[in-house]
């Protein structure tokens, strides 16, 4: 059995409401602070991304609403599923994040989990929400893709 290089991610867990809610602008790679049970929750699956955003608290990044199920082989060092984790980046990416945050309408929004080698990695998206009518202009932009497609392969 060979062991997965350290190169390629492996997947943990995806939200894919965020995709279809926020258009995102740019997307950042951070890691996260977990303790043992958790990251060995996060190996067996059912990591819920799915209403998780991350917020400045003084000069650090916290992310909230991630739910991580509680490990089956734990005892009572187990993790609370629903607590508060710390983002691990460089100070400069911090501020940087900040101040795009500031902007009215503007959310980092956690869009994947996994894992790169040993660590547990999160890619954040800085996102800004859609409205309902630029869902409708996604929609049938994707659906005239389609279309094209389709055509494209009958002829």
């Keep these: 059995m060979t062991k997965p ?11 894919r409401k965020a995709l ?3 258009t995102v602008l740019s997307r950042i790679e951070a890691g996260i602070e ?11 699956g059912g990591t819920t991304l799915t209403g998780g955003y991350a917020s400045a608290e003084g000069e ?6 991630v739910h991580i199920p509680v490990y089956e082989h734990g ?33 980092l929004i956690p869009l994947g ?7 547990v990695k999160i890619e954040l998206g800085l996102c800004k929400g859609k409205q309902v009518r630029d869902k409708r202009d996604s929609i049938k932009r994707r659906e005239a893709n389609r279309e094209a497609e389709r055509a494209m392969k009958r002829k």
């Design 60 to 65: 650090e990044l916290f992310l909230h609403d």
């Design 113 to 119: 989990l996994y894992f790169r080698g040993r660590n």
């Design 5 to 15: 290089s350290k190169k390629s991610p492996r997947s943990g867990a995806t939200n």
């Design 75 to 107: 005892n009572r060092f187990n993790h609370d599923p629903n607590r508060i984790r710390r983002l691990l980046l460089h100070k400069k990416e911090i501020g940087r994040l900040i101040g795009q945050m500031g902007q009215k309408g503007y959310a």
């Design 34 to 44: 977990l303790v043992g049970t958790e990251v060995k929750s996060v190996r067996q």
């Design 20 to 22: 279809r809610d926020y």
